[in-house]
């Protein structure tokens, strides 16, 4: 099982090209929700002072790594697409990369193996057409746009990290990302073809401690 991770920051495009790659790839392809969403959906505390955001990054992260261990263990699909990776938390936490990953008792760069490819959706600016009409989106353009640097920054270690920018219109972005995805499956297909049986799989670890 390899795990693509589609990340940005709000109003990239993320929801949207995660329904068409659904669609377009079908059984080739588990889709995995996003885990904010799933917290903050399910009532988590949502306040702005560092304890609060500290808590939910952390719930974000235990509930990431549950949702990429079922998929492993599922294996109906060889390419996991990951509404954003567990990385993504250090763009929120309070206190920096760093300290994210020390509170997750992990670092950087083993975060980063779990994942084959990044692939980072640029926020648009408000004359592209930034929308904040998702109730779960709470930034204006000028906030979602220092978010993407954060998260931007955030991955920037990873060795297969590519950077598809905000386009005019939204078929441009996803011609990109589907080939992308393409290319993944069959980099898969490529390592079937000479190992009988693919098992590396990514561990909850201690994430859950």
């Not at 988590?44 to 719930?59: K, T």
């Amino acid at each position: 099982m390899r795990f693509v991770v589609l990340t940005g920051g709000p109003g990239a495009g993320k929801t949207a090209v995660m329904e068409a790659a659904r669609q377009i790839f079908a059984r080739e392809l588990m889709i995995l929700p996003e885990a904010a969403s799933i917290v903050y959906a399910g009532g988590f505390p949502r306040y702005p002072v560092p304890h609060s955001i500290r808590a939910a990054q952390r719930a974000i992260a235990a509930v990431q790594a549950e949702l990429e261990a079922f998929a492993s263990e599922d294996n109906s699909a060889p390419v996991a697409l990951c509404d954003r990776g567990i990385a993504d938390g250090a763009a929120y936490w309070p206190e920096g990369s760093a300290s994210f990953f020390s509170a997750l008792g992990t670092s950087a760069e083993e975060i980063f193996a779990r994942y084959s490819t990044v692939i980072h959706l640029r926020t648009p600016t408000a004359a592209m057409g930034y929308d904040n009409s998702n109730p779960m989106r709470t930034e204006t353009a000028d906030e979602a746009a220092k978010l993407d640097q954060r998260i931007d920054r955030v991955w920037e270690g990873h060795p297969n990290r590519v950077v598809v920018p905000a386009t005019e219109t939204f078929t441009e972005k996803l011609e990109q990302v589907t080939a992308l995805i393409r290319a993944e499956l069959i980099l898969v297909n490529k390592v079937a073809d000479r190992i009988p049986r693919f098992t590396d799989q990514p561990s909850r670890g201690h994430l859950l401690n």
